[in-house]
């Protein structure tokens, strides 16, 4: 399985031994991105490939090229595009990791340099475009938090840090719609934090997602959609254990009924949910294992020949929208 972004992330399993995640958690699997947040309520969003930000209006059918850098995000308001810098040695023996801010109309980038630590890493805007929420390697306590800076990179303050996490950290931060806090998890349990630092609802993960058969790492994307009363996580296979077939999907809690399903079609490869309000759909992107399976006993790799699809809230009315080959048309990408 291909996870999203350049860098490896140490997946660990829910209910079986944990071991340090030397990484935060900027991936989740297909190269796809965590869009901040992957709740829209216009027919518009955005996804990365091969670092290449993209931008999709399911109401024009329109793809188009914004933005190539790792690790990148755009503000709702589509003003500004924050990203991650990775700057190290050819060995990694002098490594760090720092957020850019680039204005999309000057096209001028503004390094976040006053940001505290060596590795600071997959920037959110909140709804208002004012803040960002990103994670922090604190190199003290060697866990990872979610912090907190205005877009000039003011203001920086740790939100998670008070909240002990035995299990290396917290991940996958995700901005409430209304922008009171945020969503992520440390494995066990998925935490929704207010601003200032306080847990205002948590989830045992055993519960919003079946762990027995799909493992929750620090790669797997989360948010939180309270007007549907509903939280949408990623869930897959361990593919550091050789789980063939690989299988990631996309599942569905509903916060009133306490109860969870599967949202992506059994025997796809599902990952990258967004939904659009505008159009009362989810889109993620998918492929079919036997596909994969079939690909690769044949040394090839269907992994890159993913096809977006969509589908309503009750995983019914499957869509294709568009191929990967579509991306090759606004961006240079591989083959």
């Keep these: ?61 329109s793809l188009s090229f914004v933005f190539k850098g790792y690790d990148a995000s755009v503000s709702p308001d589509e003003q500004l595009v924050a990203c991650t810098q990775e700057n190290s040695t050819p060995d990694k023996s002098d490594w760090t990791r720092v957020i850019a801010i680039t204005d999309l109309t000057t096209k001028k980038t503004t390094v976040l340099s006053s940001l505290p630590g060596i590795h600071n890493v997959q920037p959110q805007f909140s709804p208002d475009s004012k803040t960002i929420i990103f994670d922090h390697y604190d190199s003290t306590s060697k866990d990872w938090n979610i912090c907190s800076c205005s877009v000039n990179g003011s203001d920086f303050r740790f939100i998670t840090k008070g909240h002990n996490s035995t299990i290396y950290g917290y991940y996958m931060q995700s901005w409430l719609a209304d922008g009171s806090g945020f969503i992520c998890h440390n494995l066990d349990t998925a935490f929704e934090f207010t601003t200032d630092g306080k847990v205002a609802l948590s989830y045992a993960m055993k519960d919003i997602a079946p762990v027995d058969e799909y493992d929750v790492s620090s790669g797997s994307g989360i948010f939180s959609d309270h007007a549907h009363h509903r939280i949408v996580i990623e869930a897959g296979s361990d593919e550091e254990e050789g789980v063939i077939p690989e299988h990631y999907a996309v599942f569905i809690y509903d916060t009133q009924t306490k109860q969870t399903r599967m949202l992506t079609p059994k025997g796809m490869h599902s990952w990258d949910p967004h939904w659009v309000e505008s159009k009362q759909r989810f889109f993620f992107r998918g492929y079919q294992t036997t596909e994969m399976m079939e690909a690769e006993q044949m040394g090839g790799d269907i992994r890159i020949n993913w096809t977006m699809y969509s589908v309503k809230a009750d995983g019914n009315d499957l869509k294709e929208e568009f191929t990967r080959n579509k991306l090759k048309k606004v961006a240079l990408i591989s083959q």
């Design 1 to 61: 399985m291909k996870l999203f972004l350049l860098i490896s992330i140490v997946t660990i399993a829910v209910g079986c031994s944990k071991t340090t995640a030397n990484k935060p958690a900027t991936q989740t699997s297909g190269n796809s991105i965590h869009s901040n947040p992957p709740i829209k309520q216009s027919g518009v969003f955005y996804f990365s490939e091969e670092d290449n930000l993209f931008r999709y209006d399911t109401d024009r059918d």
